[in-house]
Nanobody, 125 residues
Framework: QVQLVESGGGVVQGGESLRLSCVASGSISVINTMGWYRQNPGRQRELVAGITRDGARTNYAGSVKGRFTISRDNAKNTVNLQMNSLKPEDTAVYYC??????????????????WGQGTQVTVSS
């Protein structure tokens, strides 16, 4: 099993930045792709960004391209999401995710196998 723990959420004003981090533990050798989803009450969970094991490929939702950057440090078993120029519509619970295969990158529609508990991001106008 893989455990994922997020940190870095909070309340910010529009235009400000936040950095989310996620640490993986457990059977980390099975992990290939990692990434972030977000969800608001009553809405479907949506993919924000994904990254391959070697960091060579990334995938972003159109609404965050140019503002968010995903990165990965395999030595520390972490994936980060740098969020700049935040907007009120970025408000959501953000979930870290990991997958042994190709979820979150390369056009795959597969949902990740492993999920964190989520961290709240609130952006005020």
């Amino acid at each position: 099993q893989v455990q994922l723990v997020e940190s870095g959420g909070g309340v910010v004003q529009g235009g400000e930045s936040l950095r989310l981090s996620c640490v993986a533990s457990g059977s980390i050798s099975v992990i290939n792709t990692m990434g972030w989803y977000r969800q608001n009450p009553g809405r479907q969970r949506e993919l924000v960004a994904g990254i391959t094991r070697d960091g060579a490929r990334t995938n972003y939702a159109g609404s965050v391209k140019g503002r968010f950057t995903i990165s990965r440090d395999n030595a520390k078993n972490t994936v980060n999401l740098q969020m700049n120029s935040l907007k009120p519509e970025d408000t959501a619970v953000y979930y870290c995710a990991a997958d042994p295969w190709q979820a979150m990158v390369g056009g795959s529609t597969r949902l990740p196998a492993y999920w964190g508990q989520g961290t709240q991001v609130t952006v005020s106008s």
